[in-house]
């Protein structure tokens, strides 16, 4: 029983202690590390968003005029 306990009180800190260590948020510590792409600069970032949402939102009025036109 003691040994039961013992081993269960390890395995309880360990798993603290783990969970401690792995909630860091890396080397960098700062917003917008994590992305593959720079949030620096604001006219750059948002010529970024305008060029992938609004090629997605595009698309369906293409297909619809080349349909239209064919």
Do not use: Q, W
């Amino acid at each position: 029983m003691l040994t039961v306990r013992s081993a269960l009180r390890g395995f309880t800190r360990s798993f603290k202690t783990t969970a401690v260590n792995k909630s860091d948020h890396g080397p960098e510590g700062f917003p917008g590390a994590n992305l593959p792409f720079s949030i620096n600069n604001r006219y750059k970032l948002c010529a970024m968003f305008m060029a992938f949402f609004g090629s997605g939102f595009s698309v369906p009025f293409l297909v619809l005029r080349y349909h239209l036109t064919k």
